[in-house]
């Protein structure tokens, strides 16, 4: 599943613009290469650390607000992604953009947007549609 959904509406707008944005982004994410510019790469960088700083503390606001009962280990795989991702980025402050990193972004996002959103953050959406919570 690599394209937004209906199904994926938290109801929370903000959230779901917010889920839509990584969406939207996978495209440029994949093509991500060795030869790319720095300017994209440095997009990238800085879409995904503001995404996951911004977003992941709606999320877990609107979760804890409504006290939805998976909130921890939901707060644990966001922050799982955030340590790979950071040291992702590390790698390449130290060592350069290189193939291995680029396939370890690559397939961390994909994940991300296979296991978690569609998966983790389809059933808080339900939770919160179910409990009628904004």
């Known amino acids: ?14 959230i779901d ?3 839509k944005s990584i ?9 991500l290469s060795n030869t790319t510019d720095l300017d994209t790469i440095e997009d990238v960088w800085t879409f995904l650390s503001d995404y996951v700083i911004q977003h992941f503390g709606h999320e877990e ?3 804890f607000k409504n006290h939805y009962k998976k909130f921890a280990h939901h707060r644990d795989q966001h922050s799982y992604f955030i340590k790979k991702l950071y ?3 590390n790698k390449t402050a130290e060592h350069g ?13 994909l994940e991300w947007l296979i296991n978690h959103i569609n998966q983790e953050d ?3 959406a ?5 409990n009628d919570c904004h």
């Open 126 to 130: 339900q939770f919160l549609q179910q």
């Open 61 to 63: 606001t609107a979760m």
């Open 97 to 109: 953009l290189n193939d291995h990193v680029i396939d370890e972004l690559k397939l961390l996002v």
């Open 1 to 14: 599943m690599l394209w937004w959904t209906d199904d994926l509406k938290t109801g929370i707008e903000h």
């Open 23 to 31: 969406f939207d982004k996978v495209g440029m994410i994949l093509d």
């Open 87 to 89: 040291c992702l980025y």
């Open 17 to 19: 613009e917010e889920h």
């Open 122 to 124: 389809r059933a808080l």
